[in-house]
C-alpha cells in the first residue's frame, strides 16, 4: 500500500472551502465527499480533508482552534520554481484568502505564505536545490577558512 497523508482541516462553509481549494490547484475526489466533507487531492499521496466543523468535533474531544487568531500548523506545499509559488498564492488571494506574511527570498529559497478563507496557513516555497549547494559549500568553505 502507497504511504499517504490526509490533513484534516475543520471549515465553516464546505462548499465555499472546497471552491477556494479548486482555485488554488487541488482536485475533489467527488468518492471521498458529500456536504459534510471535501476530500481534495494535492498528489497521490497528499490530500486535505476539509471538514464541517460540526463533523471535525465527532473526531476530537479537544477544542477546535480557532485558526484567524491561532496558528494550529504551517503547512508547506513544494513548488516547481517561483512562478508556481507567484501563481497559487495569486489565485489564494483573489479566492479571498490572505497573504499573511511578506514574500520571503532567501535567494535558493522563494515562499509566499497565505491562509485560506478559515485562517489555515499555507507556505508554498521552491528550493533551488542547485543554488542551495552553492550556498552551503560557501557557507562550509567559509567557516574552514
Given at each position: 500500500?502507497?504511504?499517504?497523508?490526509?490533513?484534516?482541516?475543520?471549515?465553516?462553509?464546505?462548499?465555499?472551502?472546497?471552491?477556494?481549494?479548486?482555485?488554488?490547484?487541488?482536485?475533489?475526489?467527488?468518492?471521498?465527499?458529500?456536504?459534510?466533507?471535501?476530500?481534495?487531492?494535492?498528489?497521490?499521496?497528499?490530500?486535505?480533508?476539509?471538514l464541517d466543523r460540526g463533523f471535525y468535533r465527532?473526531?476530537?474531544?479537544?477544542?477546535?482552534?480557532?485558526?484567524?487568531?491561532?496558528s494550529a500548523a504551517l503547512i508547506a506545499l513544494?513548488?516547481?520554481?517561483?512562478?508556481?509559488?507567484?501563481?497559487?498564492?495569486?489565485?489564494?488571494?483573489?479566492?479571498?484568502?490572505?497573504?499573511?506574511?511578506?514574500?520571503?527570498?532567501?535567494?535558493?529559497?522563494?515562499?509566499?505564505?497565505?491562509?485560506?478563507?478559515?485562517?489555515?496557513?499555507?507556505?508554498?516555497?521552491?528550493?533551488?536545490?542547485?543554488?542551495?549547494?552553492?550556498?552551503?559549500?560557501?557557507?562550509?568553505?567559509?567557516?574552514?577558512?
Open positions: 500500500m502507497t504511504k499517504m497523508i490526509f490533513v484534516n482541516l475543520p471549515v465553516a462553509d464546505v462548499a465555499k472551502a472546497t471552491a477556494f481549494y479548486e482555485a488554488i490547484g487541488f482536485d475533489k475526489n467527488p468518492q471521498f465527499s458529500n456536504e459534510q466533507a471535501s476530500c481534495m487531492v494535492w498528489s497521490d499521496a497528499i490530500h486535505v480533508m476539509l465527532t473526531f476530537t474531544t479537544k477544542q477546535i482552534a480557532d485558526t484567524h487568531k491561532a513544494s513548488r516547481d520554481s517561483r512562478e508556481q509559488v507567484d501563481a497559487i498564492a495569486d489565485a489564494a488571494i483573489a479566492a479571498g484568502g490572505r497573504q499573511t506574511r511578506d514574500t520571503e527570498d532567501g535567494g535558493f529559497m522563494y515562499a509566499r505564505p497565505f491562509e485560506d478563507l478559515d485562517g489555515h496557513t499555507f507556505e508554498p516555497i521552491y528550493m533551488d536545490m542547485e543554488a542551495f549547494s552553492a550556498a552551503m559549500s560557501d557557507q562550509q568553505e567559509s567557516v574552514a577558512a
